[in-house]
Nanobody, 122 residues
Framework: VQLQASGGGLVQAGGSLRLSCAAS????????VGWFRQAPGEDREFVAA????????SYADSVKGRFTISRDNAKTTVYLLMNSLKPADTAVYYC????????????????WGQGTQVTVSS
């Protein structure tokens, strides 16, 4: 499985970005997909996840109400819409696939993309 994350960039606080994670190589709908982020000097942090069918989602408390995860299985792509961005959201964002149930634990994810940088200026 190969994952390609894109859509990061530099945005002012209060702005929005939409990240995309395009997958290839396996039956995409069999996998839950998660977004994680890692800021310099910090541990990898769960952001959001979505079930294979897209019917179940989960969010970290820090992004709940601001971020929305969705997926288009026909396009084998998962999206993360990020609104009301804050400087604390600055990090490299990674998408990952899990053959397990929806999880916030990075160790449950089998395949990882290369990451896309999100920088939020104050």
């Amino acid at each position: 499985v190969q994952l390609q994350a894109s859509g990061g960039g530099l945005v002012q606080a209060g702005g929005s970005l939409r990240l995309s994670c395009a997958a290839s190589g396996r039956t995409f709908s069999n996998y839950a997909v998660g977004w994680f982020r890692q800021a310099p000097g910090e541990d990898r942090e769960f952001v959001a996840a979505i079930s294979g069918s897209g019917g179940i989602t989960s969010y970290a408390d820090s992004v709940k109400g601001r971020f929305t995860i969705s997926r288009d299985n026909a396009k084998t792509t998962v999206y993360l819409l990020m609104n009301s961005l804050k400087p604390a959201d600055t990090a490299v964002y990674y998408c990952a696939l899990s053959s397990s149930a929806l999880s916030a634990a990075w160790s449950d994810y089998d395949y990882w993309g290369q990451g896309t940088q999100v920088t939020v200026s104050s």
